[in-house]
């Protein structure tokens, strides 16, 4: 199955704030919203994109 667009998008804004807070910022939304995507996105791939702590959110390998 093909990767939701939005989810997709949800990713890039995570990886080029930082973390899901500051994008939520960038897209308006909630970090929750973007949480829950980046977990959909996983979850159909197959791969862990982030390396996620409860200071911090990393790239994995897989997400660079």
């Not at 308006?28 to 409860?54: D, P």
Request: charged content about 20%; hydrophobic content about 50%; proline content about 0%.
């Amino acid at each position: 199955m093909a990767a939701d667009l939005n989810d997709l998008q949800a990713f890039m804004a995570v990886a080029r704030a930082g973390g899901f807070r500051e994008g939520a910022r960038a897209t308006a939304g909630s970090a929750s919203a973007l949480s829950e995507a980046i977990r959909r996105l996983e979850t159909q791939l197959g791969v862990r994109l982030f390396n996620r702590t409860t200071r911090s959110v990393a790239l994995t390998e897989a997400g660079a």
